[in-house]
């Protein structure tokens, strides 16, 4: 890691002013220090893999197990085309995996890190951003699996595909905050970690990752079309599959980026100078 942290130079206005200012520039700084959170990501991911054999590719492995075993005994239950569902599967798997490990990692980004906030006036968001990166370098390992899948299946690359970048993109903006958030809240409230990795294992059921929509009938399609998880997912694992996500889905998530965005600064402005005392 570099010998530098982002210091924070605010200028001398009324508290309230100065607690907005603070916030604002802790985001802005912590985003664009793209040379320590991208160091310290990198650094991150070979220290938890530190002396394996395959590294990351562990994780790979697993959802690579997981996809085969679920999709082998859910087409044959189902009836369904396992070229037709496995990369369904496969795709909405790891965008699950990436924004279940951001969660649960953003819950921690804060307190793990408590020795470095006491010493130094470090940027929050850098920590959060340092979280998302971390996990976006095991999601690039994981699509070697959707890969191998779109082979085996003959998924075709269409001019869709190329709208993975802007739901790729709106997807980290989410998980920033989220992790931004999370790391915040848990610092007051150590019991969030556990209902943060409760409410993921419910919401994996409740969102379309294991089962589609045309599924649902009646009322139940509300189920889907409901969940913010599921246009959130969607921006990213239609591209994948080269079909172009609905328009309502891009404006539920630009309305979500938008509400999270206010939500993570207003809590930041409020509550970031009692952070070091709650760790």
């Not at 340092?130 to 699996?145: A, S, Y």
């Not at 190329?162 to 998980?175: K, M, S, V």
């Not at 970690?193 to 509300?222: A, D, H, N, Y």
């Amino acid at each position: 890691m570099q010998q530098r942290v982002i210091a924070l130079s605010i200028p001398q206005y009324s508290a309230q002013r100065s607690r907005y200012s603070i916030a604002l520039i802790d985001v802005v700084a912590g985003i664009k220090a793209i040379g320590i959170w991208s160091r310290l990501g990198w650094r991150d991911t070979k220290r938890r893999y530190r002396r394996t054999v395959f590294g990351p590719f562990w994780t790979t492995a697993s959802l690579a197990l997981f996809v085969l075993t679920l999709g082998l005994v859910w087409t044959n239950l189902w009836g369904q085309d396992p070229k037709i569902y496995l990369p369904y599967l496969t795709a909405g798997m790891v965008c699950w995996n990436l924004f279940s490990a951001i969660c649960t990692d953003g819950a921690l980004c804060l307190i793990s890190q408590e020795r470095l906030i006491k010493q130094l006036r470090i940027s929050y968001t850098l920590l959060a951003c340092t979280t998302v990166w971390r996990n976006v370098i095991v999601f690039c390992h994981n699509i070697i699996i959707y890969v191998l899948v779109c082979i085996y299946s003959g998924t075709s690359i269409t001019w869709a595909t190329l709208l993975f970048i802007p739901g790729f993109a709106l997807f980290c903006a989410n998980a920033l905050w989220i992790a931004g958030l999370l790391g915040a809240v848990c610092t007051r409230y150590r019991d969030v970690p556990q209902l943060v990795g409760s409410l993921l294992q419910i919401s994996m059921f409740l969102t379309p990752i294991l089962w589609t929509p045309e599924q649902l009938k009646g009322r139940m399609v509300l189920l889907a079309d409901l969940n913010p998880l599921y246009h959130l997912v969607s921006i990213v694992r239609d591209p994948m599959l080269g079909i172009a996500p609905a328009p309502l889905q891009w404006i539920v998530v630009l309305a979500i980026t938008a509400a999270g965005w206010t939500l993570l600064i207003r809590v930041m402005t409020t509550f970031r100078h009692r952070i070091p005392y709650w760790l």
